[in-house]
């Protein structure tokens, strides 16, 4: 009842949205204040769910894994698990020959090995969460459901890179994992780009002279109900202000309101 008043409610909420004088492009506004931005925004409406899933037992999964692959000594060494995390540190670190191969064809290959990773297959790169340096570099993944990723702490690999002279070396990484993701419902529209910069903008959150570096489209937890987690598409905006800082502004996709210091609720007894 629960879980069906809470998609009744985000039903509701879909027809409430900011105004502001529509007769003016959002493109137009921006530009009336210095805002920049790459590429136009998209008036496209794509579809999303509310998904649920469970926190991943990854003791119980690395001994199926093991049974599965008849190999009782995978990850065996140099092997924690804690928090619901799996870190691993690697014995022979893949090698990458230069930083141009940090992309996702190259990352999603690496991913395929059942010698280094459980559930590999289920992650894709996420580029715009990752961080290369001069030295170092972490390279975020996150699991997906129909071509939309998860961008939340509860389902992420997160690979460390170290370099070397002009090579890069995966020496280790911290995974989550969300088990059974599935929808609630059936799928929901989710408002569009220029919607939701329309709706950051009017609401004073794009400042003057500041630079919108890229938008994404991804699941985040906003709700967990006895044990079982609830994802919602949300809208991931990086905005770097004129002091050089770049801040993420969060939009519900469903709502079309801000959420960008909303934290997770949690029920246990309903």
Known sequence: MF?????????????ITYRTNETI????RLSSENIRYEEEFSN???????LSGVQTDFNQALLDERTRLNKPQLLEKQTTIAGGNLAHTLETPVIL????????????????????????????????????????SEIVTGQF??????????????????????????TKYVQSHVSDL????????????????N?????????????????????????????????????FVAIETT???TRIELVNGFTNRIVTNSVVQTVENQ
């Open 3 to 15: 879980l069906f008043n809470l998609y009744r409610e985000a039903k509701i909420e879909q027809n």
């Open 25 to 28: 492009p959002i493109q137009k």
């Open 44 to 50: 496209d409406k794509l579809q999303g769910y509310y």
């Open 97 to 136: 020959d230069n930083e141009s191969q940090i992309n996702a064809e190259t990352i999603d290959d690496i991913l395929t090995r059942t010698d280094l990773f459980l559930f590999g297959k289920e992650y894709q790169y996420l580029a715009d969460a990752s961080f290369i340096a001069d030295d170092y």
């Open 145 to 170: 459901y129909e071509d939309i990723p998860l961008n939340d702490a509860s389902g992420r690999l997160t690979m460390i890179l170290e370099r070397v002279e002009d090579q890069w070396l995966l």
């Open 182 to 197: 599935a929808p609630l419902r059936e799928a929901m529209l989710v408002y569009s780009e220029s919607d939701i910069i």
């Open 199 to 235: 709706t950051l903008y009017v609401n004073n959150r794009i400042p003057v002279n500041s630079t919108i570096m890229w938008r994404q489209l991804a699941y985040k937890m906003t709700l967990k109900v006895r044990g079982q987690a609830i994802y919602v598409p949300t809208w």
């Open 243 to 245: 002091d050089g800082k």
